[in-house]
């Protein structure tokens, strides 16, 4: 039987054709992002913690992803873009419990 996480984090890996206006998680490396989230908490013993699920677009802004978002807080992340960024979201939010301001999206990019 697995623990009950108790953060989740989903990273948006949306694939959208070149040119879309959109565009995408994708094309912005989210597959690095996810596999470095994977690394990371495993690397912190965070594992049954903390869950890390690969999924499609998060709702925007899609344009500036990687899109990251944590539940239960409903935190949503825009510009995820390296292990800097990763690391201060597991360390700061997921293990401190304080969301990475310089990372959150707008509360009006949820309307
Ligand atoms: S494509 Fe990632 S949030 Fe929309």
Not at 15 to 26: E, I, N, T
Not at 43 to 67: E, H, I
Not at 68 to 81: C, G, L, M, Q, W
Not at 85 to 101: K, T
């Amino acid at each position: 039987m697995l623990p009950k996480p108790q953060k989740h984090v989903f990273v948006c890996n949306q694939v959208r054709a070149p040119g879309h206006p959109f565009g995408s998680c994708s094309e912005k490396k989210a597959e690095d992002v996810f596999m470095t989230f994977m690394a990371e908490v495993r690397a912190r013993g965070l594992d049954g913690r903390v869950q890390v699920t690969n999924t499609g677009c998060l709702g925007g802004p899609c344009s500036m992803g990687p899109t990251v978002i944590v539940y239960p807080d409903a935190v949503k992340y825009h510009k995820v873009e390296g292990a800097a960024d990763i690391v201060a979201i597991i360390e700061g939010h997921l293990v401190g419990g304080v969301p990475v301001e310089r990372l959150k999206v707008p509360a009006e990019a949820w309307s």
